[in-house]
């Protein structure tokens, strides 16, 4: 059973660029929420995509925007690149219908901006 | 606006001891809690969870909730060089999302 799955593991990317990270999420999970970590702090939520909609958003920019497709997984796009925007980009699956809401992280992206 | 804090540490602990990491959150109505472990350089693996005030144990660990107080802790038993990592308290915020703390570094030194 395959777990949360993230690619590219590394990139690298210049100011004012444009970068798409995938995810796909544990099997059986339909509901996929994207998080960026800076350096020492705690994961920040960015977006959760819940049936191909956008269903909660974080503090985060119009610059960040993504997509959940028929099979569940996700991309998120990141428009005009900030040095600030480099972090670990954490995708996270949970399953539906659940009393606790568990969710379960991929390896993560780790994006660096230059 | 939901916040959870950590001490960020370092905690330091010798190899055999009991660790006990602490977290305290803002919003009372908060319901679920959860204890992440992040090795450097690594995504954050769950370790455990709570919803009920008092203790629940697996293994090694134990989550304590008191809801009152707005307090969670995780208690490391037995500490091995081994669980030395950044440990992430989070909250679930209705169901949409969790709300982290910026972690403790735990060092058990041999």
């Known amino acids: 059973d395959a777990g949360v799955t993230q690619s590219p593991t590394h990139l690298i990317k210049t100011r004012g660029q444009q970068v798409t990270l995938r995810c796909s999420p544990k099997?059986?999970?339909?509901?996929v929420s994207w998080y960026q970590q800076a350096l020492g702090q705690g994961p920040q939520f960015i977006f959760q995509?819940?049936?191909?909609?956008?269903?909660q958003r974080g503090n985060f920019p119009d610059r960040f925007s993504g997509h959940q497709f028929p099979n569940y997984s996700s991309e998120l796009n990141v428009n005009a690149l900030l040095l600030g925007d480099s972090a670990l980009y954490l995708c996270?699956?949970?399953?539906?219908?659940?009393?606790?809401?568990?969710?379960?992280f991929g390896p993560g992206t780790r994006l660096t901006v230059t | 606006q939901k916040e959870v804090e950590q001490n960020s540490g370092p905690l330091s602990v010798p190899e055999g001891a009991i660790a006990s990491l602490n977290c305290t959150y803002s919003?009372?109505?908060?319901?679920?809690f959860f204890w992440y472990r992040q090795y450097s350089g690594k995504s954050p693996e769950l370790i455990m969870f709570?919803?009920?005030?008092g203790d629940k144990e697996d293994g090694r660990f134990t989550a304590q909730l008191n809801k009152a107080s707005q307090y969670v802790s995780l208690l490391i038993r037995d500490s091995q060089p081994s669980d030395s990592a950044t440990y992430l308290c989070?909250?679930?915020?209705?169901?949409?999302?969790?709300?982290f703390g910026p972690g403790t570094r735990l060092s058990v030194l041999p």
């Open positions: 996270a699956s949970s399953p539906a219908g659940r009393t606790v809401y568990e969710q379960y």
């Open positions: 099997s059986g999970h339909d509901t």
């Open positions: 995509y819940y049936e191909e909609e956008e269903r």
């Open positions: 919003d009372r109505g908060s319901q679920s």
């Open positions: 709570i919803y009920s005030n």
């Open positions: 989070a909250l679930d915020n209705y169901g949409q999302n969790f709300v």
